[in-house]
């Protein structure tokens, strides 16, 4: 059975409230099993669509809304998957706040576990990417190396927003010898700011780009 999205929010507020313990236990979405983060979907507050990008616009306003999706310091890191059952459509997985509880100033000092399971009752899923967002605004994926590691790259691309609603996206080609694409998020366009060269995946370095869009 899957929990609203008010009843989510007040569950997942009494597990985690500022100065309280760091959500450890599986809830009615998310959880561990063999040392792997799961997470359950589709997420009802995201509405599935043919275009990717119509569902990674809809994260982060959403996640925000989540305890301490926003609060700096103390706040808390939240990661899920984008992903379709093979037939176009895409969805967004429930989150799951679940990470090192660490506290400090910048993102590389937070983290939440990438899911590597969504469990979805109605087929196979294809796993698209995961999405995180960081409780800090501006905090950009460029300033948080291990994002853009390759060892840390389990899907096609990496969705990432900070508290201010500043959208990223990397596709880190991990079986091509081509460099890796990061972009940012300007109205309904990606713009091209930055490339991590094949010799640079290993350790996630950026070279930036001339401004430059998709189409």
């Not at 713009?191 to 290993?202: F, H, N, R, T, W």
Request: one cysteine or more; aromatic letters at 10%; a neutral charge.
């Amino acid at each position: 059975m899957r929990l609203s999205l008010g009843l989510m929010l007040w569950c997942w507020g009494w597990l985690g409230c500022a100065g309280g313990p760091e959500p450890t236990a599986e809830s009615a979405t998310y959880g561990q099993e063999n040392g792997r983060i799961w997470v359950s979907g589709p997420w009802e507050a995201i509405t599935p669509s043919s275009d990717v990008d119509e569902v990674v616009d809809q994260l982060c306003p959403v996640i925000m809304r989540l305890p301490r999706a926003n609060e700096g310091d103390s706040g808390r890191e939240y990661c899920g998957v984008i992903y379709s059952l093979g037939d176009g459509t895409y969805y967004a997985s429930h989150p799951s706040p679940l990470g090192r509880p660490s506290e400090g100033r910048y993102s590389p000092e937070k983290s939440c576990y990438v899911p590597r399971n969504v469990r979805d009752a109605r087929g196979q899923i294809v796993p698209l990417g995961d999405y995180h967002s960081h409780p800090w605004s501006p905090s950009a994926m460029s300033l948080s190396t291990r994002d853009l590691l390759r060892a840390t790259q389990l899907y096609s691309i990496r969705i990432q927003f900070d508290a201010g609603c500043n959208l990223q996206k990397f596709i880190p080609y991990l079986e091509e010898d081509r460099a890796g694409e990061l972009y940012a998020r300007h109205g309904k366009r990606w713009k091209l700011i930055g490339l991590v060269k094949p010799e640079d995946k290993a350790r996630g370095f950026i070279t930036p780009v001339a401004d430059r869009g998709t189409p």
